[in-house]
């Protein structure tokens, strides 16, 4: 049974949600006795190498190029590096699906991620949002099979393709039961005493209304933001900053896992503002910590939050949520397990990988791999 891997920067994973699912689908399909091969974009020149790394073939392609140009590059020379291969190939997302004609032409079976609807997300060109549009509809015509994380992703992709051709599987988590307290201490927060909030700085994010109404009074705990901001040369990274008053608590980009595992497991409450896409693989590990969530209210957020969190849909009721939910222990208390409770029935790594296996056995993946050894 042999499956390969495309579409995200390589494991182990140090960017964001699709590297992590990569890295841990790749690690159980390992211990189920696939033979797993992960395409990894590297920096700089040189040629093509390959290693191990826990049981899984890595295939390192240097890309001399940084931004969407490197991405397109390194998308163009793994799908032809893997399509010589002519085993199957999951592809995570469909930024660059024109090239999966190449699948198409060798007769390499593609099962496609099709992740969010890319194209909304405000902070593209016109040119890219067209680009993204254009992919989508090529990734739904030319993936054999196609997976969509939230339900309505399906509801959306079936508008191109038959709803036979797409399966639905959403992304999981770990259940946290504990964390190293040590790890908070080092930015200066106290257990349940801090909200926290985990996103790239973007405008679909709420990132903007979160810390205008989390600063219109003083809430007596941070609220910690995690991520890259440079106001210097991101205009919207320049108003959340101003908006911000002293309790909002900037600690950049963080990518060490206890690190994040900690600050999620002690923090009061998590905020999720983003508004654009399917299941965000950050609400689901929020989920698994036991967090109570303040989410954005729309139904890509509420299918996975459930109906135990709360909700918002501008920056004034954001504030009344926070006012509830800063103050009221016992409401606390019962948005903790109701986030449990969610990922136990929905979320856990156990069912969303059998999952995945299940998929790929379901639509020949392995039966077309062992004929052809």
């Known amino acids: 049974m042999n499956i390969q891997i495309l579409g995200t920067r390589g494991i182990p994973a140090q960017h964001g949600g699709f590297e992590s699912f990569a890295e841990n689908l790749s690690l159980y399909l390992v211990k189920k006795g696939w033979q797993v091969t992960v395409y990894c974009q590297e920096e700089g020149p040189g040629g093509i190498y390959e290693d191990n790394w826990c049981g899984v073939h890595l295939v390192h392609i240097p890309v001399n190029h940084k931004g969407a140009v490197g991405t397109i590059i390194f998308d163009w ?5 893997a399509a010589g291969r002519k085993n199957p190939v999951l592809t995570l997302g469909y930024n660059t699906a024109i090239f999966c004609s190449i699948y198409r032409i ?8 099709m992740d969010g609807i890319e194209w909304k997300r405000k902070k593209w060109s016109f040119f890219e949002k067209t680009w993204l549009y254009v992919n989508e509809k090529i990734a739904a015509i030319l993936g054999n099979h196609l997976v969509a994380d939230h339900p309505e992703i399906k509801n959306h992709l079936a508008r191109f393709t ?3 051709k797409i399966t639905v599987i959403p992304y999981s988590a770990d259940i946290v039961n504990s964390a190293d307290n040590q790890e908070i201490i080092t930015f200066g927060l106290e257990k349940n005493n801090y909200a926290i909030l985990i996103a790239r700085p973007e405008p679909e994010n709420s990132i903007l209304e979160i810390v205008q ?9 941070p609220l910690v933001i995690l991520g890259e901001y440079t106001p210097d040369s991101n205009e919207y990274h320049k108003q959340v900053i101003c908006a911000a008053g002293d309790e909002i608590q900037f600690v950049g980009a963080i990518y ?16 999720h503002g983003h508004t654009v896409g399917g299941t965000n693989p950050s609400l689901v590990e929020a989920l698994g910590a036991g967090s109570p969530v303040l989410a954005h209210n729309n139904r890509f957020n509420r299918w996975v939050a459930g109906k135990g969190a709360r909700y918002f849909s501008s920056a ?12 009221d222990d016992s409401l606390i208390a019962s948005m903790r397990k109701s986030s449990y409770q969610q990922i136990i029935n929905n979320f856990t790594s ?4 059998k999952a995945y296996e299940d998929l790929l056995i379901a639509h020949g993946v392995a039966d077309a791999t062992s004929k052809k050894n």
Not at 77 to 81: E, G, L
Not at 265 to 271: G, Q
Not at 316 to 327: N, V
Request: aromatic residues 8%; glycine residues 4%.
């Open 77 to 81: 020379k793994s799908t032809w590096h």
């Open 106 to 113: 060798k007769g390499v079976k593609n099962i496609i991620n």
């Open 162 to 164: 038959s709803t036979e």
């Open 213 to 221: 109404a989390y600063s219109q009074k003083r809430r007596g705990i």
């Open 256 to 271: 060490n896992k206890t690190t994040v595992k900690a600050l999620r497991f002690f923090a009061r409450c998590y905020i």
């Open 316 to 327: 004034k009721e954001c504030a009344q949520e926070l006012d509830s939910l800063l103050q």
């Open 350 to 353: 156990d069912k969303i990988h």
